[in-house]
């Protein structure tokens, strides 16, 4: 028996002993990985509880950009392999990066064009059955309106995609609701290969980070995906993991974005030569009657202001996209977007 074993011997002896014993070298590689492993274990399973999914679900990806690229060659590398070419279904106006990935994919986009105001539910449902893409991609709030898709519409899409399209939601966003979450589209819609993206980017100003994540409903699509060949680094994801429960930054974002939203609707009353969309989220457009917006965009940018023109959010050349998690910062811009499109 161990007791007897080690009668009669000091304590010291005894720990020396059976740290000997428990003590394992992994000479596989290097030891840090294993550190990286246990990191990214911890990140996966945080995830998981928060989310109410299994570990293996979720994957840390550099950024929601990166989540969206890894997802994105998968899809397309599924596609090749059945012989088919890889199609993609989205509504316009959707995040342009989003677009540009599918682009350089090579995907076949299938663009559905809808006003700012609303999304175009009806004909994105007519597009996702006739076409039966490889990918319908969603962005929700909608990136660059802020724009909310009511939870029913949701439905509605999700229902309408087949079985042989997988469903891309960016969830990067933040919003003043509780809708859409991960347990509730799981829940309702089990039989669907639909993948989460999300970030830190936006809801805990971990932009530099480079934090993000996927979720995927689906086993099969999670098997395809290397667990680590997209992860940012330890220190960003230990940060990551210390504000996964935090629900004060998040807050404060969405507290943030709703002054902007009311700065901009009180300035954009009467006005005849613009118009602003109210927007529930992290960007908005303004809508200019009177010059193009890239016009506009290079005056505001030799002023100091950095926004993005409707080309190159793959809108029309009279949209810009504003940022509205800085309210501090909005009257003087808006008092210099009026001396230019006054002129």
């Given amino acids: 028996m161990l007791l007897s074993f080690f009668s009669g011997i000091s304590l010291k002896v005894y720990k020396m002993v059976v740290v000997s014993k428990l003590m394992i070298i992994d000479l596989r590689q290097d030891p840090q990985y294993g550190t990286l492993v246990s990191i990214v274990q911890e990140f996966q399973e945080a995830i998981g509880r928060r989310s109410r999914v299994t570990p293996s679900q979720v994957r840390a990806t550099n950024g929601a950009t990166g989540g969206l690229s890894t997802i994105f060659n998968v899809i397309l590398r599924d596609s090749y392999s059945k012989g088919k070419k890889p199609t993609a279904v989205v509504a316009i106006p959707e995040y342009f990066d989003a677009l540009r990935m599918l682009e350089l994919c090579g995907f076949d986009l299938h663009k559905v064009e809808g006003p700012v105001a609303r999304y175009p539910t009806p004909e994105v449902m007519e597009s996702l059955k006739n076409v039966v893409p490889s990918v319908f991609y969603l962005s929700l709030p909608n990136n660059p309106s802020g724009q909310l898709l009511p939870a029913g519409q949701l439905g509605l899409l999700l229902d309408a995609a087949s079985p042989e399209t997988t469903i891309v939601i960016d969830q990067t966003l933040v919003h003043p609701y509780k809708y859409s979450t991960v347990t509730d589209i799981q829940h309702n819609h089990q039989s669907k290969n639909i993948v989460i993206v999300n970030s830190f980017s936006k809801s805990h100003g971990l932009v530099a980070e480079r934090v993000g994540y996927i979720i995927m409903m689906q086993p099969a699509i999670a098997q395809q995906i290397h667990p680590y060949a997209q992860v940012p680094g330890i220190s960003a994801l ?28 009180q300035w954009s009353k009467g006005r005849k030569n613009l118009r602003y969309y109210h927007s529930l989220s992290g960007f908005s457009l303004i809508e200019l009657h009177s010059m193009s917006s890239e016009r506009c965009r290079e005056s505001l940018d030799s002023r100091g202001y950095l926004v993005r023109s409707g080309p190159q959010l793959y809108l029309p050349d009279r949209f810009i996209r504003i940022d509205m998690s800085q309210p501090e910062h909005l009257p003087r811009f808006l008092e210099t977007l009026d001396s230019i499109v006054a002129r």
């Fill in 238 to 265: 230990i940060k990551a993991i210390d504000f996964i429960d935090n629900r004060t930054m998040p807050q404060e974002v969405i507290e943030k974005e709703s002054r902007s939203n009311g700065l901009l609707e």
